[in-house]
């Protein structure tokens, strides 16, 4: 047998694997599980009320189903992206093994140098080629996928996701600081115009006395300049800062389901949502989407899982208990409270309550956000800072370019904007809307399904029709990515014509 040959067959027995700790796969599903139960999440319950609970219900399991199936196609693309990775690297064996070779063996070249057609076209091989064990991140799909014109669009996507990330971020937090130090008004106040005019305490008469609009823009930018010089550095998540804020957001959640239940049965249900109300849609839709986003780190979480045989069902019992807890979120906020703030933990402030330890509770309850979002926002930031360097500069030559480029102009870049668009607009379910209906919206729906659209085709002219993708998703016929496209631009044009109704 030719030592090409041997090579090639080598190659396909070796899986491609990273570097890093492997875990099982319950252990994978936890950490997707709290991936997507994030502080988005915490605008559930108003979103909720204000479109009814019926079709809340609906259209949040609906919204779910939209996700996981998106989700397997990231699987695919990720499974189709190994494959292709693996291609080149057979392609470059057999351009080495050529060069290598003299005369007579260039005979014996042509003879066997169609060998990895056989051998890709078989069917008793497909997961040699299709694997999901080297990590394959939705950039670098992209790279692999998309034209120069898609890759542009998909960075552009993503780049504003980011930007809306990191506004929400900087407002739930100001937002957050504002309702503890201020002195606690009723939640229809701060959902509604004319709040930034009132008196941060209302003792005071002072008219020159700070405004809960001062205190908010004080608290932002207090944020924004602690917060930001990581933005200048590679700071990166380290496992026990993801360990004490997952287990702070489960304490946190866990707590306020808790009083919501003690709520309701000790004083009954005070909150009336309606049953249907289709105005309420476009930001139940931004909240959902937001709230279901894990797509673009999905395959940082997926390559370590030793065992990946059923994947997708194991996924799909993710999905089913994220649901589950988002309705019992949703539905005890809905009905315990009479008015619901655009972030849930602000129904929590702290009150008069002469008992120390539900003051400590009220007290922790609202300054959570602030807790898990001070440390997300770093890595959100370098996220985006890395992203809009891809976009805009060489990253094969990075080094190339001057220092201040390089150092100060995309951290600055990256951390302004947010900052500028949060200290004039405050209204974080604006911000939702925008974020989850149109970036979300692409991330989540639209970026995926061409991927996957894009994946196929290529392999399948490159490796043929004979390789079998086990990690194909189930949703494969065409019929459901065209139906995933109409629906993304009918849900975009509907919140559209609702944010040009509100201006008008």
């Given at each position: 047998m030719p030592r090409r040959f041997w090579g090639v067959k080598r190659l396909l027995k070796m899986p491609i694997t990273e570097t890093g700790d492997q875990y099982s796969i319950w252990v994978g599903l936890i950490y997707i599980f709290n991936l997507i139960v994030g502080t988005g999440a915490l605008t559930l319950p108003a979103a909720f009320s204000r479109a009814g609970w019926a079709l809340s219900t609906i259209s949040l399991v609906f919204l779910a189903f939209m996700s996981f199936l998106n989700a397997t196609y990231v699987i695919e693309t990720m499974a189709c992206a190994n494959a292709v990775l693996k291609w080149k690297k057979l392609q470059s064996i057999k351009r080495e093994s050529i060069q290598d070779r003299d005369t007579d063996e260039e005979t014996t070249s042509q003879q066997y140098g169609d060998l990895e057609e056989p051998l890709v076209c078989g069917?008793?091989?497909?997961?040699?080629?299709?694997?999901?064990?080297?990590?394959?991140?939705?950039?670098?799909?992209?790279?692999?996928?998309?034209?120069?014109?898609?890759?542009?669009?998909f960075y552009c996507t993503l780049c504003v996701y980011l930007y809306g990330?990191?506004?929400?971020?900087?407002?739930?937090?100001?937002?957050?600081?504002?309702?503890?130090?201020?002195?606690?008004?009723?939640?229809?106040?701060?959902?509604?115009?004319?709040?930034?005019?009132?008196?941060?305490?209302?003792?005071?008469?002072?008219?020159?006395?700070?405004?809960?609009?001062?205190?908010?823009?004080?608290?932002?930018?207090?944020?924004?300049?602690?917060?930001?010089?990581?933005?200048?550095?590679?700071?990166?998540?380290?496992?026990?800062?993801?360990?004490?804020?997952?287990?702070?957001?489960?304490?946190?959640?866990?707590?306020m389901i808790s009083m919501a239940i003690h709520l309701l049965t000790s004083r009954g249900a005070e909150g009336r949502?309606?049953?249907?109300?289709?105005?309420?849609?476009?930001t139940l839709f931004g909240a959902c989407v937001y709230s279901f986003m894990c797509h673009h780190s999905l395959p940082g979480l997926i390559s370590p899982i030793r065992g990946k045989n059923g994947l997708g069902l194991h996924l799909s019992l993710d999905y089913?208990?994220?649901?589950?807890?988002?309705?019992?979120?949703?539905?005890?906020?809905?009905?315990?409270?009479?008015?619901?703030?655009?972030?849930?933990?602000?129904?929590?402030?702290?009150?008069?309550?002469?008992?120390?330890?539900?003051?400590?509770?009220?007290?922790?309850?609202?300054?959570?956000?602030?807790?898990?979002?001070?440390t997300s926002f770093p890595i959100i930031a370098i996220t985006l800072k890395n992203n809009l360097q891809s976009l805009c500069l060489d990253t094969g030559r990075i080094e190339s370019?001057?220092?201040?480029?390089?150092?100060?102009?995309?951290?600055?870049?990256?951390?302004?904007?947010?900052?500028?668009?949060?200290?004039?607009?405050?209204d974080i379910s604006v911000l939702?809307?925008?974020?989850?209906?149109?970036?979300?919206?692409?991330?989540?729906?639209?970026?995926?399904?061409?991927?996957?659209?894009?994946?196929?085709?290529?392999?399948?002219?490159?490796?043929?029709?004979?390789?079998?993708?086990?990690?194909?998703?189930?949703?494969?016929?065409?019929?459901?990515?065209v139906f995933v496209l109409l629906w993304s631009c009918m849900c975009i044009i509907l919140v559209s014509v609702h944010i040009l109704e509100k201006k008008s």
């Open positions: 069917t008793s091989i497909p997961s040699r080629y299709y694997s999901l064990d080297q990590r394959v991140e939705l950039g670098e799909m992209a790279n692999l996928f998309f034209s120069k014109t898609g890759r542009l669009m990330d990191l506004s929400i971020y900087s407002a739930a937090v100001a937002k957050s600081v504002m309702d503890v130090v201020c002195s606690t008004v009723s939640s229809n106040v701060t959902n509604g115009r004319g709040w930034e005019s009132l008196p941060c305490f209302n003792a005071t008469d002072d008219p020159m006395a700070y405004t809960r609009l001062d205190v908010y823009r004080v608290s932002l930018l207090t944020f924004v300049a602690v917060m930001g010089p990581f933005v200048f550095f590679n700071v990166q998540k380290t496992k026990y800062l993801q360990l004490l804020t997952s287990g702070m957001r489960w304490l946190a959640f866990t707590i949502p309606p049953t249907f109300d289709v105005t309420g849609m476009p089913v208990l994220i649901s589950v807890f988002y309705l019992l979120l949703a539905f005890t906020g809905a009905f315990a409270f009479a008015e619901l703030n655009d972030l849930y933990t602000l129904n929590f402030v702290p009150s008069d309550n002469e008992n120390i330890f539900l003051k400590i509770v009220d007290y922790f309850l609202s300054l959570f956000p602030v807790f898990t979002l001070s370019y001057n220092v201040v480029v390089r150092k100060f102009l995309f951290p600055v870049v990256t951390v302004v904007p947010p900052v500028l668009l949060t200290y004039y607009l405050e939702i809307e925008f974020t989850g209906s149109y970036a979300g919206a692409g991330i989540q729906y639209l970026i995926p399904t061409f991927l996957v659209v894009s994946a196929r085709r290529h392999c399948v002219a490159l490796l043929g029709l004979g390789v079998v993708n086990k990690y194909k998703s189930p949703f494969s016929h065409a019929a459901w990515a």
